[in-house]
């Protein structure tokens, strides 16, 4: 099995910059593939960031360009750096992995408020 614990977020003013990490334990040689998701108040959860198994990064248009997924060479922790943070950028952002068999695992979540 899989753990995920997910660091990094706090409060920041619109502007700044976090760095969001996600570190796995486990079976870590199962996982393929690593996403970012968040969840605002009232809303549905969305995908940001992928780090698909083929290598590829894919964004959502929202934060395309502000936004950065990258992992270790270890291949057990997972970032998300972001740039340039607005206030709808506010949620609770969650580490996803997929793996050999494309089963999903979400982390606890950490976090993450813009204040204007």
């Known amino acids: 099995q899989v753990q995920l614990v997910e660091s990094g977020g706090g409060l920041v003013q619109a502007g700044g910059s976090l760095r969001l990490s996600c570190a796995a334990s486990?079976?870590?040689?199962?996982?393929?593939?690593f996403g970012w998701d968040r969840q605002a108040p009232g809303k549905p959860r969305e995908r940001v960031a992928t780090?698909?198994?083929?290598?590829?990064?894919n964004y959502a248009g929202s934060v395309k360009g502000r936004f950065t997924i990258s992992r270790d060479n270890a291949e057990t922790t997972v970032y998300l750096q972001m740039n340039n943070l607005k206030p709808e950028d506010t949620a609770v952002y969650y580490c996803?992995?997929?793996?050999?068999?494309?089963?999903?695992?979400w982390g606890q979540g950490t976090p993450v408020t813009v204040s204007s």
């Open positions: 780090f698909s198994r083929t290598g590829s990064t």
């Open positions: 486990g079976s870590t040689s199962s996982i393929k593939a």
């Open positions: 996803n992995t997929e793996d050999t068999w494309y089963r999903n695992l």
